[in-house]
């Protein structure tokens, strides 16, 4: 066993392009999207999509906007046939949308491919053959004009095959597959001739497929490979190049975009990524990218539960959690520090009501593919007051003033910590109702009471309490209502407060509309202690609050 595998293996070589252009071009426009998820996605499973799974899978493909669909194999078996034929047959297939099969190289195969769509308004065949020098030398044992031999033979079967079905419009794909290993003065010869066979115009354009069968470079050497194919094909405007990108050394997305900015004009790839090894580009991630810059992906994206949903019931694969955009925990923020960062993002979001979207760490707004802003952020042992607070005006409806937040986060921190698990909204709930004593048995409960104002200035507060579980009558006067309940309590119970900070807001709208307020007291001995009241009346609400601190400065 060698210490140092690394020794093994050679780096790719560069490709010899110093005037490289893509470095400098941005992508302005979607490409042309194609989804190989019911062939190249499928065949990658451990259990293929049945007809059922196929048809939804294709509906959902239609349904956000795909319009060219490699809707599968067909000489695959009878389970491929039989899918592609019964589209045709129930004319199922939309007008605007392109169906496209695979074949090999073998007239056989083409043949029976040609079969299954026979009849169709309008079909791509697309074929392809091996043309690398490992697959060259260790697969087939043949030489380069052997391999250019198959690719010519090829193209002249899909001519004559269509020449003899004039009832659909056929088009052809032709891809010299391993296209990222091969040299690129061979991959073009293989494309010239079956050119020649074909004799594609711009009306008529063939498309050529240049994958990345494995991804054996950085993506800058790929999208050198595109350009350089671009520059170099004799009949551009009669071309399509398409990019089929693998994701061996798990950058397809970066090497989908950079073959973009290089010139591609379409890209082929599957939904969340699916595909042999560590599966094909993920179109998903690249049509929200674009969104993400301004750039309209020409697909609809507005449910992505939806689309997660039935991904995952055909394939019977799962998403991952943390799968960019579509993740069921990709919105969610555990730590402190970016639940505050988010927290305050969208208060200025509010606050600024124009169409930009600018919140920190989301880089995409969860509601514009269908998501809800409740599972932005989720409170764990982790969590920060920013989380907390977030959580409960969501819920709750209220807006805790910063110096509250700090000192409520400190029995959550402890919570979370004893229960050694994620917080939900109920457990946040009750953890905030016992620490400003809201609900339960409480020592200090007002019953009713009444204010009235002093001939020259102030105010009395008289009102019933129970202390302790004993219905008390207390009295007080002060300049205001809040001033008028502390000289109360420090004649009734020898508490000594002083109120530093006082905020109130409503909850709600309409009739249903409450107030909540917030007190900041200091007690006699220099403690810092909050309350909380939530009243339909907003004099009763800071009431309550003042109870609520004068329970803490009591029990504490």
């Known amino acids: 066993m060698l210490r140092d595998p690394s020794v093994k293996y050679r780096p790719f070589p560069q490709v010899d392009i110093p005037d490289r252009t893509w470095p400098s071009k941005t992508i302005t426009k979607a490409p042309r999207w194609l989804s190989t998820d019911m062939r190249d996605g499928n065949q990658a499973l451990i259990d293929p999509m049945n007809a059922e799974k196929k048809q939804r899978f294709f509906d959902l493909l239609v349904k956000i906007g795909i319009k060219e669909i490699e809707v599968g194999f067909p000489s695959a078996g009878a389970t491929e046939f039989d899918f592609i034929r019964g589209l045709v047959d129930r004319a199922a297939i939309p007008d605007d949308v392109m169906p496209q099969v695979l074949t090999q190289a073998r007239a056989d195969l083409i043949q029976t491919t040609f079969d299954s ?32 031999g198959i690719a010519v033979q090829a193209a002249k079967w899909l001519r004559d095959q269509a020449s003899d079905r004039p009832n659909t419009d056929w088009r052809f794909e032709y891809s010299p597959e391993t296209f990222s290993t091969a040299e690129l003065d061979f991959s073009l010869e293989c494309c010239e001739a079956v050119m020649d066979v074909l004799q594609p115009t711009p009306d008529r354009p063939l498309i050529l497929n240049l994958p990345a069968t494995v991804e054996c470079a950085s993506p800058n050497v790929y999208a050198d490979q595109i350009e350089w194919m671009c520059r170099n094909v004799s009949r551009r405007d009669s071309v399509i190049i398409s990019v089929h990108p693998h994701n061996d050394r798990g950058t397809g997305v970066a090497a989908a975009e950079l073959s973009v900015m290089a010139g591609a004009d379409r890209v082929e ?8 090894r560590t599966g094909n580009v993920d179109l998903v991630t690249l049509a929200l990218n674009l969104y993400t810059q301004g750039v309209d992906p020409e697909l609809d994206f507005s449910d992505i539960g939806e689309v997660v949903r039935t991904v995952e019931y055909c394939n019977q694969l799962p998403v991952h959690p943390r799968h960019p955009y579509a993740g069921e925990l990709v919105f969610t923020a555990f730590s402190g520090s970016h ?15 124009d169409q930009m979207w600018d919140v920190p760490y989301l880089p995409i707004d969860p509601a514009d593919i269908g ?18 607070a977030w959580i409960l005006e969501q819920d709750q409806g209220l807006k805790l003033p910063k110096r509250l937040q700090a000192d409520f986060s400190r029995p959550v921190q402890t919570l979370a910590d004893t229960l050694g698990r994620e917080l939900n909204a109920a457990d946040i709930w009750a953890a905030f109702q016992s620490a400003y004593h809201l609900t339960g048995d409480r020592p200090l409960r007002l019953i009713d009471y009444q204010e009235t104002a002093v001939a020259g200035g102030g105010r009395t507060f008289s009102g019933r309490i129970t202390l302790d579980g004993e219905e008390r009558h207390v009295s007080g006067r002060g300049n205001g209502l809040l001033s008028s309940v502390l000289d109360a309590l420090k004649e009734a119970i020898g508490l000594d407060l002083d109120i530093a900070d006082y905020q109130e807001h409503a909850i709600g709208q309409g009739s249903d509309v409450k107030a909540a307020a917030y ?22 609400a800071s009431v309550k609050a003042v109870l609520s601190a004068a329970i803490t400065a009591r029990v504490n």
Request: hydrophobic share 40%.
């Open 117 to 148: 769509l026979d009849g169709a308004k309008q079909a791509v065949v697309h074929v392809y053959n091996a043309v690398s020098p490992a697959w060259r030398r260790i697969v087939f044992g043949l030489e380069r004009p052997d391999i250019k």
């Open 269 to 276: 790839g599957c939904l969340f990524g699916n595909g042999e």
């Open 339 to 353: 639940q505050d960062a988010i927290k305050k993002g969208f208060a200025a979001q509010a606050t600024r009501n």
């Open 371 to 388: 998501c809800s802003y409740e599972a932005v952020i989720r409170v764990n042992s982790q969590s920060g007051k920013g989380g907390v």
């Open 519 to 540: 007190v900041e007291a200091r007690t006699g001995d220099g403690r810092t202690v909050f309350g909380v009241g939530i009243d339909a009346d907003v004099a009763t």
